[in-house]
């Protein structure tokens, strides 16, 4: 349960973005996000500014870039928050979440009502991070 910023995979991060809620972590493709413990996280204080600096900074709409939770924290997500998401007409190419216990397993089964794709869940970050380089393929083949 290493952060990114302390594995061999930071090498890769193109930008770092650090708030007081947690960090995200920009890829060629794939965004990971480490929110900080207790943190109930909302779509006004948390997600807007979030996915503003992530898709000013790529240039995008975010439908060509993978979400990737990585769960190294227990926070919680405002449920209701996912429909302020997608009234602001984001939409995603994946969503996968990292957990290392059941309490964020549960949370992730809550979220998934809200998303219209399939949320991927992981045990490790090295899988999330291989289906987000890979997801055309893997899409293509369920």
Known sequence: MLSIRHSNLYSEVLKELNYEFGDVFIFDGFVISE????VSYSWELHGKPTVKAVVDFLKT?????VYISHRINSYSVVPMDWLKFYKQSLNLKGYGIVTYNNVSTISSVIEN???KKQIRRFITIESAIQWAKLIDLVEAND
């Not at 929110?35 to 207790?38: D, L, M, S």
């Open 113 to 115: 009502l809200f998303f």
């Open 61 to 65: 709409d975010g439908s060509d870039v």
């Open 35 to 38: 929110v900080k413990e207790g």
